[in-house]
């Protein structure tokens, strides 16, 4: 009788365990390079730690749904690229459609818990938004909105994202390929796309924004990763990142 309670007793946790797990296909790897944020007509503002090296800096590693999930369209790219105004539009809800959000709000960031990782995310997982209060409130908003639906804990989701990084160096694969930055230079997107799939034996998606005269530039990297968040996966979506023609990797 004993050995029958505690085995329903375990199922009935495995269960409950099983029931609480946010349920998404893939991650997203987001990196950006400083030089395409910082040369826009917003600008930048430099953390307390001075300005950053001339490397892809982490945005945020992203559940997401290799499919959206109803409502009215707009669809992957548009959500997946975090227009907020067009998410509150659609009616997404906490757990959004293309992807899930704000899954535990009263999970706040706690600092002992990244203590031994807060020199690596400062040097790799920077924020150079003007309207971000410091690193901390930055680590705080991508944990809070991306990280509890990760199915990691505090300090493992961001471990994680500083080990891909790791693994994988944006800045040096390109420049391996002769793509190096410069305010001349422009590069096909699709000799892009190549080099980082040659680099790292996985497709990824780029988007790119327009810099202050206009010019297009290489603004972030998605890779996308398994729901494990420990490794490189092809991504299973193509993103429309306004990359046509030739860009810019602007000097920084």
């Not at 998410?87 to 992807?99: D, E």
């Not at 999970?107 to 031994?116: A, F, M, V, Y």
């Not at 892009?192 to 290489?218: D, H, K, M, S, W």
Request: hydrophobic content about 35%.
């Amino acid at each position: 009788m004993a050995k029958l309670v505690l085995s329903l007793a375990l199922l009935l946790s495995l269960l409950a365990v099983s029931s609480t797990a946010e349920k998404f296909d893939f991650f997203y790897l987001v990196q950006q390079w400083p030089g395409s944020f910082c040369d826009t007509r917003q600008g930048c503002c430099f953390p307390d730690t001075g300005k950053l090296a001339a490397e892809f800096g982490i945005h945020g590693l992203w559940p997401n749904y290799a499919k959206c999930k109803g409502g009215r369209g707009g669809g992957v790219a548009r959500a997946v690229l975090g227009d907020d105004a067009f998410l509150a539009g659609a009616g997404l809800g906490r757990r959004g459609k293309c992807w899930p959000e704000y899954c535990d709000d009263g999970n706040g960031l706690k600092p002992w818990e990244i203590r031994d990782l807060v020199t690596s995310l400062e040097k790799s997982w920077p924020t150079l938004s003007c309207k971000n209060g410091g690193s901390f409130e930055f680590w705080s908003y991508e944990w809070k909105k991306h990280g509890t639906c990760s199915n990691l804990d505090q300090h493992e989701y961001f471990a994680a994202a500083l080990a891909l990084k790791a693994r994988h160096n944006l800045t040096a694969i390109l420049a391996g390929a002769g793509i190096v930055p410069s305010d001349t230079k422009t590069y096909p997107p699709g000799r892009v796309r190549e080099a980082i799939a040659n680099g790292t034996g996985f497709t990824a998606n780029l988007e790119c924004n327009r810099g202050a005269g206009g010019e297009r530039q290489l603004f972030q990297v998605y890779q996308c990763v398994d729901k494990e968040g420990k490794k490189l996966i092809d991504c299973p979506l193509s993103l429309p990142g306004k990359c046509t023609g030739r860009v810019q990797l602007p000097v920084f």
